[in-house]
């Protein structure tokens, strides 16, 4: 059985029904509707919620003693597949309805959530403050597990009187299908600067507090946060190949080349493109091909008396082996392998090609392990200039 989704819009508006901030919130309605998506909308101003008095009972025993509404709201965004923040701007800011419900969430704002739900922030003023207005919003999302997709923000005075309707309602329905995509697919934005800085400073809060904020501290262990921010953010590193010995050598021809043609001419002797667009004609559409032209783009006064066998294996779109033979000012090019290349270049045949073409950065492309190199690596960096304009 489908699982019905439901997104829960907060309003913070006195206005209820009436007010731009709901008529904004219900642009995105229809939208969601096409994917089988409810959007339910709750008026804070119809609801009991008493004002926090600064106690800290919540976040030492995990809920607030008061008995109003607000508990059952915070269940329902916490069940919800996506949620909505939204406020008009009163005297710069959220409204004192949305705020009072911020104000009695600390109970949940040190617990982050594993759920990771989409969710929109939504804002309207008579010209100041919408844009901040709905970035507080945004980053309250978290409160409930959920993370902000964007922001749908516009200039009005007086009911229904926006400044370009038609492109607040473009854009209300551009971020309901981000929202409804990111729902169904579980979609997840790449951390921010802002998550490691909410990280780090809710981590070391809720360490040194950890005798007065017991139930947030036991929240925090039970979920190994603080084992780091990749297991708070459930994001890992990508574990890429670091070749050191290819760092050396471009650091020292950096230097030898300085000393022999003064700091102005400094330049990364790596290419990004070992074979760069001029070796060969522009017509070559294959791997193999582009390799074959390759001595025509020889540069004999760089190669010096420099001996040397490149070793190409290819893989991929093509399967082949090449190697080309430097010797006495010439370059040749010849089909299988080497019996002892100086330096062997593995890679998919696309990427080779990428490269060559300047599409892909050739020193990126070997850090990031998208080709492999074996040998003597100084070679590799010398190809720019062997095979030169």
Known sequence: MTKHLKVIAINGSPHSQGGNTSIMTQMIAPWLAKEDIELEEIFLADQMIEFCVGCGLCIEKGTCWRRDDHARIVDQALQADGLILASPVYFGHVTAQMKVFIDRSLAYGHKPRGTWKPGLAISASAGKGETATADYLAGLLGVCGTFAVGNLTAIAVGPGKFMGKDLVEARAADLATDLARAIKEKRRYPATDRDLASYLFMGDLVKRQKEFMRDDYRHWQAADFFDGFEKYMDQYF?????????????????????AGH????????????????GTAPSSEVSCQELLKAMPGGFNKMAAGDLKAVFQFKMNGTENFDAYLTIADGRCSYSEGMHASPDVTIKSPAQVWLAISRGEMDGKAAFMSGKYQVEGDLSLLMKLGSLFNR
Do not use: F
């Not at 990508?238 to 300085?258: C, F, G, H, S, V």
């Open 238 to 258: 990508t574990k890429q190949p670091y070749n050191e010995d290819m760092r050396k050598q471009w650091i020292k021809d950096l230097i030898a080349q300085a």
């Open 262 to 277: 003064g700091a102005d001419r400094v330049r990364p002797v790596m290419p990004k493109r070992p074979n760069p667009v």
